[in-house]
């Protein structure tokens, strides 16, 4: 053997180690961003913290996400004393392709009652823990590749700016479960908001919850009450560009955070009567409560169920009522933490160093309602053939154990041959949502799930309503296209030089 040869060999050694061990994202030419804490939650973010906020993440992560303002506010600005400050109601979309409106899941996720600070502060601790789950979290990275997740963390900016900006040291009366609850609507048209009392949340202004055309009549009329429902539906513009949002963008699911009581709330809203769904609703929120935790402790989760079970009393003219009553689509509510609270602690605006606790304790239970949202409803007549949401999610390796890319893995009711599937991700990753069937099952039905020759047999039990099946592919898996040219090419060339 020559010594040209000799090098060559040599180099082409070098240059085929060199790409076995590049990380699949060299690989793909692809960059990882730097990671950021975009929201820590160890205070209560300003409506000009958020609206920053937003904009900076679509800046920095323009492959994954998107802001846009779906209305404005009535703009009263409490420093003026005028109606000269419309906020515009920012909302970011987080997904790949976040430019395209896909045919995918579509989940939107908002907040009505300004006083109720934990929720805008979960919604942004959601955001960033999406946006950094992409490059670190398969779960979180396949929701992103696979769903379109929608936030409007201030729809309802006016009387969030009114109740203190999220400063604890602006507040009226203190800590606990007052503060100023509605929007700012000038009821009586005189160009002033008049409020008498903040603490108590009377005066002018509309609940946002109550201002949605199902059932609004059976609310409240008075338009000094906490809980006035507004001269008539859709009256607020925020309210009605939330209607226009969820109705042109297809949505899915929604859900309106609120606080406090920790609770999982299903329709009906406005009725103690169960709605056509009601099995259905109460199986997944028993499933998201179970991955809950209250004060941080594993043993003790939400309660679950309609308004008037779990908070005493019922709540006409909302937007989840609206969304499932009228659209068809899944509508929950969230009251989140604290479970308990007294005059003097807590309520509506808990310790900041509460914040990461209670967002954390709700984190898991928003997953999972993003994981279910895929299901459709059928139609109210036929609610009783709806099946369950059932979640089976896992990884599809090779005997080596690494993952399998681009593999279809199919689920097979086995009682009546229905199919569904989806095809893994580049790192092996897979989820599927029984809800997707067409038919219902029953714990007992035997499922199939296979991906290539590889097979497994299992019944939908599992008490989380998912489950983890992990599939072992025996086939060998086959080159990608890069590094098989990479080794003709070195081929070709050592061929070349040994006949010269």
């Not at 209560?44 to 779906?70: G, M, W």
């Not at 609940?207 to 008075?222: A, F, I, K, Q, T």
């Not at 609770?263 to 056509?276: E, G, K, R, V």
Request: one cysteine or more; a negative charge; aromatic letters at 12%.
């Amino acid at each position: 053997m020559n010594l040209k040869l000799l090098v060559v060999l040599f180099l082409s050694a070098i240059l085929l180690s060199s790409f076995l061990t590049m990380n699949p994202s060299e690989k793909k030419g692809e960059k990882i961003p730097m990671l950021r804490n975009y929201y820590t939650p160890d205070h209560y973010p300003s409506f000009q913290e958020i609206n920053h906020t937003l904009h900076q993440i679509a800046r920095e992560h323009p492959d994954i996400a998107k802001v846009f303002s779906i209305g404005h506010t009535w703009g009263w600005d409490p420093t003026t004393g005028k109606y000269d400050w419309p906020k515009p109601l920012w909302t970011i979309k987080i997904s790949d392709n976040p430019d395209v409106n896909e045919s995918e899941p579509r989940v939107y996720i908002h907040w009505h009652h300004a006083r109720e600070w934990i929720a805008p502060a979960f919604m942004m601790y959601l955001i960033n823990s999406l946006i950094n789950g992409y490059y670190e979290n398969d779960t979180i990275h396949w929701l992103v590749n696979h769903y379109e997740i929608y936030i409007t963390p201030l729809s309802n900016a006016d009387g969030y700016v009114i109740d203190g900006n999220g400063n604890l040291n602006n507040l009226t009366g203190g800590w606990g479960p007052g503060g100023w609850r509605k929007n700012a609507r000038d009821n009586n048209g005189d160009g002033t908001l008049e409020i008498n009392d903040q603490w108590g949340a009377s005066g002018e202004g509309v609940d946002p919850e109550r201002n949605w055309d199902w059932h609004w009549s059976d609310g409240d009329n008075d338009p000094n009450s906490s809980t006035y429902h507004g001269p008539y539906p859709f009256s607020e513009p925020m309210v009605i560009a939330e209607k226009n949002f969820i109705e042109n963008y297809s949505i899915d699911a929604q859900c309106v955070l609120h606080s406090f009581s920790g609770a999982i709330l299903i329709p009906w809203f406005y009725t103690s009567q169960n709605a056509p769904h009601d099995s259905f609703y109460r199986d997944f929120a028993k499933h998201m409560a179970l991955r809950t935790k209250i004060n941080g402790d594993p043993t003790k989760h939400y309660n679950y169920g309609r308004p008037d079970e779990v908070i005493g009393y019922s709540a006409p003219g909302g937007s989840s009522d609206w969304v499932y009553g009228y659209l068809n689509k899944i509508g929950i509510a969230v009251e989140m933490e604290p479970q308990d609270a007294s005059w003097s602690d807590d309520g509506f605006h808990p310790s900041t160093d509460k914040i990461q606790m209670y967002s954390e304790d709700l984190y898991e239970a928003m997953i999972y309602f993003i994981e279910i949202s895929d299901t459709r409803l059928k139609s109210k007549s036929s609610a009783a053939e709806q099946p369950d949401a059932y979640v089976v999610w896992g990884y599809v390796k090779d005997e080596g154990g690494n993952p399998v890319a681009g593999e279809k893995v199919t689920i097979t009711n086995t009682a009546n041959g229905e199919k569904i599937e989806t095809t893994t991700d580049e790192h092996g990753f897979y989820m599927l949502d029984l809800g997707t069937l067409n038919s219902s099952y029953s714990s007992t039905t035997q499922f199939q799930i296979s991906a290539g020759s590889a097979m497994k047999v299992f019944h939908a039990n599992d008490s989380m309503g998912s489950e983890k099946i992990d599939i072992v592919k025996s086939d060998v898996p086959e080159f990608s296209t890069a590094p098989g040219i990479l080794i003709i090419a070195t081929l070709a060339i050592v061929i070349y030089f040994s006949r010269n």
